[in-house]
């Protein structure tokens, strides 16, 4: 589930279903006018590895704008199976975690994967230092050299994702709406589409 090359196909899939998705005023790539239910909530920042038992969102999340700082763009949040999750936080962490982000540098050069989807030669994944994964939020927070911290936080869209998981099609509307972080500089209203992958 996590080869880029499965994500990058998917990305024409899930570009339709993007586009009919109602996006804010915005100025560049940063949304403004931002809802509450898009808002950070006001609790003490995440600290640890948690998630709710049980829970299903495998799959990725595809933001549905350009959220990233100068030529990084965020490409997809990588969220992993409940079993994933349970294994990772047994052993007090591991080579891959179960949830991370990918961002990909937009001004280097383009390459073609076996299927003709194109994608940027240069990516980096962030890994977290922490996170909390339940149906009602998603808090992500990792850090890279080159990016400085990132903090992704979402509310998931349960309606909307349990449909296209009963389709085994990408989310038709929002899956995830919140904020992305990078470097100390927030995008307000984001939001992501989501696809289960192969």
């Not at 403004?32 to 590895?49: L, Q």
């Not at 990792?142 to 998981?165: F, I, T």
């Amino acid at each position: 589930m996590r080869r880029p090359l499965l994500v990058i196909s998917a990305l024409a899939l899930l570009e339709a279903a993007c586009e009919r998705v109602a996006e804010p005023a915005s100025v560049g790539s940063r949304p403004v006018a931002a809802s509450a239910a898009a808002t950070r909530s006001d609790k003490p920042p995440v600290t640890g590895f948690s998630h709710e038992q049980g829970l299903d969102l495998a799959g990725y999340f595809i933001p549905n704008g350009d959220y990233g700082p100068g030529p990084w763009r965020l490409r997809e949040v990588f969220v992993g199976s409940d079993a994933e999750f349970s294994q990772w936080e047994k052993d007090g962490g591991g080579e891959l975690a179960p949830i991370f982000v990918t961002f990909e540098d937009t001004s280097s050069p383009k390459g073609s994967n076996e299927l003709g989807g194109e994608y940027h030669e240069v990516s980096v994944r962030v890994f977290p230092t922490s996170y909390s994964v339940t149906s009602e939020e998603i808090t992500f927070r990792g850090r890279d050299d080159k990016l400085g911290e990132v903090v992704v936080w979402g509310v998931p869209q349960m309606g909307p994702l349990n449909a296209a998981k009963a389709a085994n099609m990408p989310t038709d509307g929002a899956a995830l709406t919140g904020s992305v972080e990078v470097g100390g500089e927030r995008i307000r209203n984001a939001s992501f589409a989501w696809w289960r992958g192969d």
